[in-house]
């Protein structure tokens, strides 16, 4: 299995610019989670879906936040507009078995 | 309280030295237990899962302590190539029925020549 799959693997962008982020999971994993990585806050949960429902976004930090699962083997996060605040490194997650297996990240730089 | 705290070091210590780290969670209920390793600039990778009558993998030993609310990490004869961030992991149910995933903050080893 290739395992959980992101891209881009690096994404600069100007302030004010629509960010889009996508996640392949592992086929047959029923979670899917979204998390950001700065140095300052850690290892954040933004949302995470259930079979393709979301379950949880609470941790989604603004409305200018968005995701979607329109199936089991995709996932899209979003920002609009991004701001310099939201650079980061935002993974996904997917997991079976209470297991969670990562994906390698994309380093968001927000300019 | 935090849901689950961990000490985030550092820990520096020498090659061949047996370390320990030891995480806390708050929720009694909470049924998985799994320890993560975390490279600079990396993702999260599954190190191993914890139960309670312990288990090891190499120089690698967890165990969990469900009385106490604790699970611990040794390493034995550390290796400059153990240096990493280690994350403790717990996993439990929501009011929902959903599968609640909550990690520590994490533990910074480092392995000096």
């Known amino acids: 299995d290739a395992g959980v799959i992101q891209s881009p693997r690096h994404e600069v962008t100007e302030m004010g610019q629509e960010v889009t982020l996508r996640c392949k999971p592992i086929?047959?994993?029923?979670?899917l989670f979204w998390y950001r990585q700065t140095m300052m806050r850690g290892l954040e949960l933004l949302i995470y879906?259930?079979?393709?429902?979301?379950?949880?976004d609470s941790g989604m930090p603004e409305d200018r936040f968005s995701a979607k699962m329109p199936n089991a083997s995709f996932s899209t996060l979003k920002i609009q507009p991004s701001e310099p605040r939201d650079s980061a490194v935002y993974f996904c997650?997917?997991?079976?078995?209470?297991?969670?297996?990562f994906g390698s990240g994309t380093q968001l730089s927000v300019l | 309280r935090k849901e689950v705290e961990q000490d985030p070091g550092p820990f520096n210590v020498p090659e061949g030295a047996t370390v320990a780290f030891n995480c806390t969670y708050s929720?009694?209920?909470?049924?998985?237990f799994f320890w993560y390793r975390q490279d600079c600039r990396k993702e999260p990778k599954l190190l191993m899962s914890?139960?309670?009558s312990g288990n090891e993998d190499g120089r690698f030993t967890a165990q969990l302590n469900r009385a106490s609310q604790y699970i611990s990490l040794l390493i034995r004869d550390s290796k400059l190539s153990d240096s990493a961030t280690y994350l403790c992991?717990?996993?439990?149910?929501?009011?929902?029925?959903?599968?609640?995933?909550?990690f520590g903050t994490g533990t910074k080893l480092q392995v000096i020549p």
């Open positions: 929720n009694s209920a909470s049924q998985s």
């Open positions: 997650a997917s997991s079976l078995d209470r297991k969670l297996f």
């Open positions: 879906f259930n079979n393709n429902v979301p379950i949880d």
């Open positions: 086929s047959g994993h029923d979670y």
């Open positions: 992991v717990v996993n439990g149910r929501d009011s929902g029925g959903y599968q609640k995933v909550t």
């Open positions: 914890v139960y309670s």
